[in-house]
């Protein structure tokens, strides 16, 4: 089982940029998928889910408008558009699997996003 993500990067305030996350291992349509970012000494957070068949989203209130999530499950991939990005979206970002049912589990390694003038 592996989740890496991609697209990270040091990106200027107001600037946008968008993650990827890609599954390997496991049936990527049957899971939940969400984003999660965390910065030192914090907890990790959640920033958006997406259901199966990306049926449904939610997104913490903090991201709201300005980030969307996305799935192409051809391409067991989940994506995460960032626009109007500010400093306090700085934070290493991480993918999750979630399959409740099974109670599977499954997190990446992360990818630092840097907002920074």
């Known amino acids: 089982v592996q989740l890496v993500e991609s697209g990270g990067g040091l990106v200027h305030p107001g600037g946008s940029l968008r993650l990827s996350c890609t599954a390997s291992g496991f049936t990527f349509s049957s899971y939940a998928m969400s984003w999660y970012r965390q910065t030192p000494g914090t907890e990790r957070e959640l920033v958006a889910i997406i259901g199966r068949a990306g049926d449904s989203t939610n997104y913490a209130d903090s991201v709201k408008g300005r980030f969307t999530i996305s799935r192409d499950d051809a391409k067991n991939t989940m994506y995460l558009q960032m626009n109007s990005l500010k400093s306090e979206d700085t934070a290493v970002y991480y993918c999750?699997?979630?399959?409740?049912?099974?109670?599977?589990?499954?997190w990446g390694q992360g990818t630092q996003v840097t907002v920074s003038s």
């Open positions: 999750r699997a979630d399959r409740v049912a099974l109670g599977r589990l499954y």
